[in-house]
C-alpha cells in the first residue's frame, strides 16, 4: 500500500476532505484526532463509504490490510501564522513526527508570510519528500493565492481594490479565530482590529466546489457588517490544490512500488 501523509492548516478542511471523498483511489483515511480535525472527520465519516480510523496518536497508527492509497492526515490550528515562529517550527515537528509512518508529506500551506520559505532546505533532513502547492516555479503564497490561482490573480485583485479581504471557506469559518485568538487579545481584540482594517473597502467572495456563492456571501455577512465592507465576487479554484495533489499521490505509488 502507498501511504500519503497530509499536515494541513484547520482553513483547509473542507478543501482536503473534497480531495478525500471524490478520489477513488484512496482505499483508508487515518486522521490524528484532535480538536482542530473534527470537520473534516465528520465529513470523511458522513459523505464517504470510507470509515476513517480515528488515532489519539502516530504510534496508534496501524497499516489496514488493503491495496490502494492510505492517507494519514494530521489538521494543524487556523492561526498559527500570526507568529511566523510558530508556524514554522509547529510545521517541522509535525513533519518530523509523521515521517516514519508515511511513503510522502503534503502540506496544505504555502509561503505563509514567507514562514515555509526555501522549503528545500528546511525539510531536507525528511526521510520522506515534503510537498507544497506550486504556482509555476514557487510554492503558492497562502491559503487566497491557492484558492484565487496562483500570485498574479491575488496581485490584480490587490492592484483593483487595495483594502480587500479575501474570503475562502476556511477564512469564513475561521475569522474569529485568526483576528482575536490568533494574536494577544489585549492588543488585537474587536476594537483594534476595526481601526487596523478602517482602509479596507470590500470583502472577495472565491467560491469554489467546497463552499457557493450563495453560501460565501450569506457567512460574509457579519463581518461585511462589522468593518463596513462590500463584497464582490471572483470565481475560485482547487486547481493548484488538485495539481500538487496528483503529484503527491505520483510520488507515493513510485516509493511504494519503485520501477525495477
Excluded at 528546511?122 to 491559503?143: A, I, K, N, T
Excluded at 481584540?189 to 467560491?207: D, E
Aim: glycine share 8%; charged share 20%; with cysteine.
Amino acid at each position: 500500500m502507498a501511504i500519503l501523509g497530509i499536515i494541513t492548516c484547520e482553513v483547509l478542511e473542507l478543501e482536503f476532505a473534497h480531495l478525500l471523498r471524490n478520489d477513488p483511489e484512496v482505499m483508508a483515511v487515518t486522521i490524528l484526532e484532535n480538536q482542530f480535525s473534527e470537520k473534516l472527520a465528520e465529513i470523511i465519516t458522513q459523505q464517504t463509504k470510507i470509515k476513517p480510523q480515528l488515532i489519539a496518536c502516530l504510534g496508534e497508527y496501524s497499516h489496514p490490510a488493503a491495496a490502494g492509497l492510505e492517507v494519514v492526515v494530521r489538521v494543524m490550528k487556523v492561526g498559527l501564522h500570526s507568529i511566523i515562529k510558530n508556524l514554522r517550527d509547529g510545521v517541522l515537528q509535525a513533519v518530523s513526527e509523521m515521517a516514519p509512518y508515511v511513503d510522502a508529506i503534503l502540506l496544505g500551506y504555502g509561503l505563509c508570510g514567507n514562514a515555509l520559505e526555501d522549503s528545500e532546505g528546511l525539510f531536507l533532513d525528511s526521510p520522506v519528500p515534503v510537498f507544497l502547492p506550486m504556482d509555476g516555479d514557487h510554492p503558492v503564497d497562502d491559503c487566497v493565492g491557492l484558492t484565487i490561482g496562483g500570485r498574479e490573480n491575488y496581485y490584480e485583485e490587490q492592484c483593483k481594490v487595495a483594502g480587500t479581504m479575501f474570503i475562502n471557506s476556511g477564512f469564513l469559518r475561521h475569522w474569529k479565530t485568526v483576528f482575536y485568538e490568533g494574536r494577544t487579545a489585549e492588543k488585537f481584540g474587536p476594537a483594534i482590529m476595526k481601526r487596523l482594517l478602517a482602509n479596507y473597502k470590500r470583502t472577495l467572495l472565491l467560491p469554489t466546489p467546497v463552499a457557493s456563492e450563495q453560501e460565501l456571501a450569506s457567512g460574509v455577512e457579519e463581518f461585511n457588517e462589522i468593518y463596513g465592507l462590500h463584497s464582490e465576487v471572483r470565481p475560485g479554484t482547487l486547481d493548484l490544490l488538485e495539481q500538487a495533489w496528483n503529484f503527491a499521490k505520483q510520488s507515493v505509488r513510485e516509493a511504494a512500488f519503485p520501477t525495477r
